[in-house]
């Protein structure tokens, strides 16, 4: 094929998280497939993550004061009431400088652009512009395809009516305008894919040839083979002490990694409710989080003995005081069979999924559109998943269609009853199980739909 691509990603490594991590495998398959692959992405100021080969790409950086000066003002715009402001669109102007000499001295013929209605989507569209030859993919990540959902949200806060129909109209103009000039549209989820297509056929400002370029475009599993990590990666300390303490026959073992926003405590909450209802009821099993300050928080009020001196303190809650807290974990904080940790590497928690049987994902009612990344790393690892989400969204639609999991429902009385059932097929050996054909699906570059891949 031989093509020279542009990758334009706002979150590329050695940024830590989701975000990079994706953008680095599909910069990888671009390349697999015979490209040239060029990243632009911001520039990096701190080394969050150095397991990523970067060198492998050519990459060019840009950068934006205005940026550092409006997030000083921005908590000054909310207090007078005013909407947030949003910083995506202050790179534009560095993308597109940078990108010209790029286009020019590489002779680019692909721009592949990563996330939403920010700066990397913009930035392509007017170099689109200004060199009309050049094929421009544009994929969307969630949950950017609900821009306007997220902004409406917080204009329904801070700002008066008029200054909101007059952003939301702005914001959607932009949004026509990639639509209109992107040659093809990658979405993840298959509720965007048809979400975008019903506001083609129901706007008269956007094309209705445009329905035939919007491909999907499933994340898929970004980390290392799993052969590997079961044979190769070092027990940390994590593993050997869940395995030698809580790895115990016909017990489940269920596990809830990262960090949530502030609208899903409530969800959480009900959810570990339960848990300790179901366990006063004598069902068995252990639950861990990882990487939760508000399961960590819920739970010390929870116990009677949060407030003991072997009780790691905030502060203290990371990996540096890791004796610290299995001590904790192991003898105080276990009333429940409920347990927290901190964050963790990320290469630590996958030798440590091996020993699990539930992975729980969450997903707020609003945005069914969505899909937690965590499915496919659980699926791939043969973890079924425990979905608090719609059973009308895309978390829903991919498990179901899959059978690697389980949908929990919002509503209190029918999660504990949900949970009760999984529970006693689990205990019955009757559980479903992830086969190895159906885990290798969900790995990314099985998942890839490169439009030009043929």
Same mark, same amino acid.
């Given at each position: 094929m031989n093509k020279n691509i542009l990758f334009i990603a706002t979150y590329f490594p050695p940024d830590s998280g989701v975000s990079p991590k994706i953008n680095y495998k599909t910069a990888q398959l671009l390349k697999s497939l015979g490209n040239n692959v060029y990243v632009l992405t911001k520039k990096k100021f701190k080394i969050e993550d150095n397991s990523y080969n970067i060198n492998e790409f050519e990459t060019f950086f840009f950068f934006s004061y205005n940026e550092t000066i409006i997030r000083f003002f921005v908590p000054f715009l909310r207090f007078i009431k005013t909407p947030p402001v949003s910083t995506n669109f202050f790179y534009v102007k560095s993308i597109v400088k940078i990108s010209k000499k790029i286009i020019k001295n590489k002779k680019i013929d692909i721009i592949y652009s990563v996330f939403g209605t920010g700066n990397e989507h913009e930035a392509s569209y007017r170099l689109k512009k200004?060199?009309?030859?050049?094929?421009?993919?544009?994929?969307?990540?969630?949950?950017?395809?609900? !821009? *306007?959902?997220?902004?409406?949200?917080?204009?329904?806060?801070?700002?008066?009516?008029?200054?909101?129909?007059?952003? /939301?109209?702005?914001?959607?103009?932009? =949004?026509?305008?990639?639509?209109?000039?992107?040659?093809?549209?990658?979405?993840?989820?298959?509720?965007?894919?048809n979400k975008l297509k019903n506001l083609i056929i129901e706007n008269n400002n956007i094309k209705n040839k445009n329905i035939e370029k919007i491909k999907l475009n499933l994340i898929g599993y970004c980390g290392e083979n799993k052969e590997i990590v079961i044979n190769n990666y070092e027990e940390n300390e994590y593993y050997k002490f869940i395995k030698e303490n809580f790895k115990i026959k016909n017990i489940p073992l269920i596990i809830?990694?990262?960090?949530?926003?502030?609208?899903?405590?409530?969800?959480?909450?009900?959810? %570990?409710?339960?848990?300790?209802?179901?366990?006063?009821?004598? !069902?068995?099993? =252990?639950?861990?989080?990882?990487?939760? *300050?508000?399961?960590?928080?819920?739970?010390? $009020?929870?116990?009677?003995?949060?407030?003991?001196? *072997?009780?790691?303190?905030?502060?203290?809650?990371?990996?540096?005081?890791?004796?610290?807290? #299995?001590?904790?974990?192991?003898?105080?904080?276990?009333?429940?069979?409920?347990?927290?940790?901190?964050?963790?590497?990320?290469?630590? #928690?996958?030798?440590?999924?091996? /020993?699990?049987?539930?992975?729980?994902?969450?997903?707020? $009612?609003?945005?069914?559109? *969505? %899909?937690?990344?965590?499915?496919?790393?659980?699926?791939?690892?043969?973890?079924? %998943?425990?979905?608090?989400?719609?059973?009308?969204?895309?978390?829903? =639609?991919?498990?179901?269609?899959?059978?690697?999991?389980?949908?929990?429902?919002?509503?209190?009385?029918?999660?504990?009853?949900?949970?009760?059932?999984?529970?006693?097929?689990? !205990?019955?050996n009757q559980c479903l199980k992830i086969s190895n054909e159906t885990s290798e699906l969900f790995k990314k570059e099985n998942l890839f739909n490169f439009p030009l891949k043929n």
């Open positions: 200004i060199f009309p030859h050049i094929i421009w993919i544009s994929e969307y990540q969630d949950p950017w395809i609900n !821009y *306007n959902l997220i902004y409406l949200k917080y204009f329904d806060k801070y700002a008066n009516k008029l200054y909101k129909n007059y952003i /939301l109209k702005k914001f959607n103009k932009i =949004y026509f305008n990639h639509i209109n000039s992107s040659d093809y549209i990658l979405v993840e989820t298959p509720l965007h894919e809830f990694t990262g960090s949530t926003y502030s609208g899903y405590d409530y969800i959480l909450e009900a959810f %570990i409710n339960i848990l300790i209802e179901l366990f006063k009821e004598n !069902y068995k099993f =252990y639950f861990f989080s990882f990487g939760n *300050n508000h399961f960590d928080h819920y739970i010390k $009020k929870l116990i009677k003995n949060s407030e003991d001196k *072997n009780c790691p303190k905030n502060d203290e809650n990371n990996e540096k005081n890791i004796n610290k807290i #299995l001590n904790f974990n192991l003898n105080f904080n276990n009333i429940f069979n409920i347990y927290t940790f901190p964050f963790i590497e990320h290469k630590k #928690l996958l030798k440590i999924l091996t /020993l699990f049987d539930f992975g729980l994902t969450v997903i707020m $009612k609003e945005y069914k559109e *969505n %899909i937690n990344s965590k499915l496919y790393e659980y699926a791939y690892f043969q973890i079924p %998943i425990l979905s608090i989400s719609p059973e009308d969204g895309s978390m829903a =639609y991919l498990i179901n269609k899959y059978k690697i999991g389980y949908i929990l429902s919002y509503e209190k009385d029918k999660m504990k009853e949900n949970l009760k059932e999984i529970l006693t097929s689990f !205990y019955k």
